[in-house]
């Protein structure tokens, strides 16, 4: 028993190690992007039969390329119409490049892959896990989604490929989600992006590259204009994003994720916000597809509810929007949650709008789904089961992992 707690023990205190020494090298060397706000003409889709129906029709009529990258693939029937269609389109001479998180999709069957490259699909897996900080690596997602057709339209948002986006696992129901279609100047930094991601994939990562910048349009463009901004981030560099916007608040925020769990940094500047007069309202799911994220986010609902704060749980599915409305002047949609998992592991692409007219239609979608929720209330948590609140005690300890 001695002997089992000892290299029980031991192998803790290695992962701690591997993951403290990975963590501190990748955010010494990190790649840094800088965008310019780009023209851009895009639309809001909301519904797993939307996106895949305007997905698989840009696919369907692409002249030239079709780059796609998702975190999550499977093998069920919506996932093999999505390969059946890049095996068709890479037969009839399209250049085909499909690109998947090693672990998010480490179920797609080896027959499925084989079957892709003999059509002639280029597939590659990014961020595969490897020594040195094997363990610090495991952890480290690309959790990007980016899709590019013929570098005129581009896709990114929360949709992966898979049933439960279409709303067909009866665990979860019906599924909300936050993904962008988008037109014009902006889509050449998509592309961008996918393409350090394509060759850091094919060579292993990292990839020596200190600083990527993409191609700016040097417009001054008026707050009526369409456009957005990308945001690309890992291995730390979104926490201070985070922080900045929150700090700039005035009057309002409103934060739709699926797992809540701030860094102290972020959750401080939330509570500042509050402190300030600034109303801060956090939309999550009430429903879980993970083990511990939901009871992770229960001691950060009870103090921002203490400050006056409003946490609302969606009960109409599975909510899984990335967003964040300031003051109904700033929007940041894209592929990172509100925790620590996207803040300091994940490969994540945001984007930032200040088109009034937009960030009101996305505004209005955030308070539809608040409709179609429960504010839970501070009396609500503490009525939570026994189970729940060791889940919570549990969450806490890896709570950087999450």
Excluded at 32 to 59: C, M, P, R, V, W
Excluded at 63 to 89: A, C, H
Excluded at 139 to 152: F, L, M, P
Excluded at 343 to 359: A, C, G, H, Q, R
Aim: net charge neutral; charged share 25%.
């Amino acid at each position: 028993m001695v002997l089992t707690l000892i290299i029980l023990l031991v192998v803790i205190g290695l992962l701690f190690i591997d993951f403290y020494f990975g963590q501190r090298f990748y955010q010494k060397h990190p790649p840094i992007f800088h965008f310019d706000k780009q023209e851009a003409n895009f639309d809001l889709i909301t519904t797993g039969e939307s996106f895949y129906t305007s997905l698989f029709k840009d696919i369907k009529n692409a002249t030239k390329q079709v780059d796609i990258s998702f975190f999550i693939v499977r093998n069920d029937d919506i996932s093999k119409q999505f390969y059946e269609l890049l095996i068709m389109r890479a037969k009839e001479g399209i250049t085909v490049r499909l690109m998947l998180d090693k672990m998010g999709s480490n179920s797609l069957k080896k027959e499925i892959i084989s079957e892709l490259k003999a059509s002639g699909v280029q597939v590659v897996f990014s961020d595969k896990p490897s020594f040195p900080y094997f363990f610090y690596r495991l952890n480290r997602r690309n959790h990007r989604k980016i899709s590019v057709i013929d570098n005129e339209i581009a896709y990114t948002g929360g949709f992966n490929v898979g049933k439960e986006y279409l709303g067909k696992d009866p665990k979860l129901g019906p599924w909300r989600d936050y993904h962008l279609r988008a037109t014009g100047e902006v889509v050449a930094n998509f592309q961008v992006v996918f393409n350090y991601d394509w060759e850091a994939a094919i060579k292993g990562n990292p990839v020596s590259v200190d600083y990527v910048k993409g191609e700016a349009s040097g417009k001054q463009e008026d707050r009526q204009t369409k456009t957005l901004k990308l945001v690309v981030s890992e291995a730390g560099q979104l926490e201070d994003k985070f922080v900045s916007w929150i700090n700039d608040a005035k009057s309002e925020i409103l934060i739709g994720t699926p797992y809540f769990i701030p860094s102290k940094e972020m959750f401080d500047a939330l509570m500042a916000a509050l402190h300030r007069g600034v109303e801060v309202n956090v939309l999550v799911p009430a429903k879980k597809d993970h083990p511990l994220v939901k009871p992770a986010g229960f001691p950060f609902y009870r103090q921002l509810m203490q400050a006056g704060g409003k946490v609302y749980m969606f009960t109409n599915g599975f909510y899984h929007a990335k967003v964040i409305i300031i003051d109904e002047s700033f929007c940041d949609i894209g592929t990172a949650n509100f925790d620590m998992r996207s803040v300091f592991l994940n490969k994540e692409i945001n984007v930032i709008m200040d088109s009034e007219t937009d960030i009101k239609e996305i505004r209005s979608a955030y308070f539809k789904d608040v409709k179609s929720s429960q504010q839970i209330t501070v009396q609500w948590l503490n009525q939570q089961p026994i189970t729940i609140k060791i889940e919570g005690m549990l969450a806490r300890l890896v709570r950087p992992l999450l």
